[in-house]
């Protein structure tokens, strides 16, 4: 399946360690609606949070070219984990690719919309433990503005609460409300989502951080980034009408995906397979 | 319960025959975590649609009673067919309450922000026949920009087709196409959402329309009058932090509505309360 031969109609790929990376494609599908997509959940081996960067580049570069067999033009790597460990790798690789495929990640676009956004110079990241500790936010924003106050707080659990079955219950609002509290405290006036999951909770997250608050999500950012790269590259689809179509690879139970994936996507779901990896699943 | 003793920690009551009117709550709680608020579902008596003039004013003044003995500073209407068939009659008669309680409705809102947002003059509506019917919309756009050209498209069976189950299937992505295609044909750059229930695939529409063209719902517009009306008459809550609370009445099964609930709110349900109307449901 190596996709339409017209290079400009061969589908943008996304890949992340499961869900958590529709709340991107979301954002993709709605901005970019002329795009084809083809999103890649690596549900077998999630969480990629524990893993060493040696197995993540590796799970990359497996993906990559399940992907790129695929047909895919573009490869955007919708998972903080991912992106952190392995976006430099598997870009040098997928450069050398005959198409040339360009990578793009998470974070470096929404650093650069926060500090856009940013009118006091304090900004707020929401992060999982592991994505705070690899400090790629932190070398992000300051490498745009290194005068921008980064206020960083770590929510474990957050995501795997809003994964669960009922996630909007008063667990959940105290948990949120618990992180809310030092980034109001430090007056920050723009807050990263730092994590995938956590735009379906975005509206919870507005109300206690007040309207005036700019949220920033990788979604929203990366959108715009994934367009100029298509651009710069005469990539950009060419269909006058209609919407491109979309559709799921998962490692793990292609069920289970479905079940998960309407609430993350927020858009009707299309195919979903199942695909092996060679890399055996690990508990 | 006549609600707190300073004024301006009362609650603002919403009112809707179901539940598509947790849409534009949803918007005041984002918009307005501050404030209180205490939602009003008449599910015993849903739809409205097909009701008379007669039997909407009689519904809302019982409603709005019942919302005024809970101590309601001010009472918004979430319902299009209660605002076009009650409004007058509604705001006329709860001005002179010893409180003195304005009303604000649906429409004009909405109908004041798609002039605004507009720039090529071309506003589509989309809405229930029996929206559409009553020419709400039309004389509110016209009555802010005589000039402006409104594209009003039906839509029968989209508000159910959402509240269902499943609403994110083909079924749904088509039926939604057939009502994007003449708005697009008419090339209008800004859309009214004149039913509560379409912000739920607000991400749908915006996909086939365009990221181009703006959309307006109820909610977001309405939260900026519910903002000015408390702000004129000294009452808007004083609270220095923290949020608001909010709960729920309905004339229906409670259960029901809460199972719906949670999806059309996008926000952790607060307490459900059913309430006995003395008006006799009729099936």
């Known amino acids: 399946m190596p996709g339409p031969s017209d290079p400009r109609e061969r589908p943008i790929a996304v890949f992340d360690s499961g869900v958590g990376g529709l709340t991107v494609l979301h954002e993709l599908l709605v901005q970019l ?26 799970f990359a570069m497996e993906v990559a070219e399940e992907l790129l067999a695929r047909g895919a033009k573009l490869l955007v790597v919708a998972c903080n984990s991912a992106t952190a460990a392995a976006l430099p790798a598997l870009r040098a690789r997928m450069l050398q690719t005959t198409l040339g495929v360009d990578v793009l990640g998470v974070v470096r676009p929404e650093a650069a919309q926060a500090v856009t956004a940013t009118r006091n110079g304090r900004i707020g990241l929401l992060a999982t433990p592991a994505t705070i500790a690899s400090g790629a936010y932190g070398e992000a924003v300051h490498a745009v503005d290194p005068y921008v106050d980064l206020v960083a707080v770590a929510a474990p659990g957050l995501a795997t609460l809003i994964q669960s079955d009922r996630p909007l219950d008063e667990r959940l609002v105290d948990e949120v409300r618990r992180h809310v509290a030092p980034l109001r405290e430090a007056g920050v006036d723009t807050v990263i989502l730092g994590c995938t999951h956590y735009p379906l ?18 979604g929203a950012a990366l959108a715009r980034q994934v367009e100029h790269a298509l651009d710069s590259r005469g990539l950009a689809s060419a269909r006058a009408d209609g919407e491109g179509d979309y559709r799921f690879l998962c490692s793990g139970d292609a069920e289970s995906f479905r079940a998960l994936a309407t609430r993350f996507l927020q858009l009707p779901l299309g195919p979903v397979e199942r695909v092996t990896t060679r890399t055996e699943a690990v508990a």
């Open 33 to 58: 609606p002329r795009e084809s997509f083809v999103y890649f959940g690596d549900t077998a081996r999630f969480p990629y949070g524990e893993r060493s960067r040696d197995e993540l580049e590796r």
């Open 201 to 218: 909770i975005r509206p919870l997250l507005q109300r206690m951080l007040g309207r005036d608050v700019a949220i920033v999500t990788s």
